[in-house]
């Protein structure tokens, strides 16, 4: 099954020159859970590739938002990831990848940053 995702500069708007990310689901391997995702996605030529970097639950002043709570740090970060986003030029329907790395609940998993629950990085195509 291929579906074809069409955004303008806004990525929303269909117009010449458009970015198209083309969202493929092969016979093999097995239909994404809930088809929630893509098991490929491909930018049209020309689209520019943005990665953006593992965006923590951090304030504009470097402080950490929700100590101890995961819904308070996704929020947060899911919020820089969004403001990094659109500071390229893109909007979340760009993204390809959306990675999320969620610590254990055991506090001695990462002895260094306990307090940092959840990162999320991500690879999006802008026009």
Known sequence: ???RLTLGPSGVDAEEGAMTVD???PETPPRPVMDLYSQVAVGSPGARLVTIAGQLALDPDGELVGAGDYAAQAK???RNLQ?????AGCTPAGLVKCTIHVVDSSPDV???LPEWLIEVDAVAVAS
Do not use: C, K, T, V
């Open 1 to 3: 099954m291929r579906e």
């Open 23 to 25: 969202r493929i689901n």
């Open 76 to 78: 947060q970060a899911f």
């Open 83 to 87: 403001e990094a986003l659109e500071a």
């Open 110 to 112: 990462i002895d260094g």
